[in-house]
Nanobody, 123 residues
Framework: QVQLVESGGGLVQAGASLRLSCAVS????????LAWFRQAPGKEREFVAS????????VYSDSVKGRFTISRDNAKNTMTLQMNSLKPEDTAVYSC????????????????WGKGTLVTVSS
């Protein structure tokens, strides 16, 4: 059974940092691109960042570029999202995702989803 389990969410003030983790089980993680998506209250789910199976290639949405860093450790079957300089508009449920495309850019490229972790940024 494939499982993606997020952790690390919480309530922080604007300007603070958080580190999200995604633990993957039930699949050979090195065969999958991984990504983070988020869904803010009342809004559609949106792409945040993606990383290729090797970790060599990364893509970020314009809204987080320069503030967030995605990384992965295939030996530990984990992915992380380091979030710095958080803003109130970053408030959302963050979900990790896995897909067999070279790199995930849209939800169409996702085969497996985690349930998400809530990040709340107060002003």
């Amino acid at each position: 059974q494939v499982q993606l389990v997020e952790s690390g969410g919480g309530l922080v003030q604007a300007g603070a940092s958080l580190r999200l983790s995604c633990a993957v089980s039930g699949l050979t993680v090195s065969n999958y691109a991984l990504a983070w998506f988020r869904q803010a209250p009342g809004k559609e789910r949106e792409f945040v960042a993606s990383i290729s199976w090797s970790g060599r290639d990364t893509v970020y949405s314009d809204s987080v570029k320069g503030r967030f860093t995605i990384s992965r450790d295939n030996a530990k079957n984990t992915m992380t999202l380091q979030m710095n300089s958080l803003k109130p508009e970053d408030t959302a449920v963050y979900s990790c995702a896995a897909g067999t495309t070279g790199i995930i850019l849209t939800m169409a490229g996702v085969q497996y989803w985690g349930k998400g972790t809530l990040v709340t940024v107060s002003s």
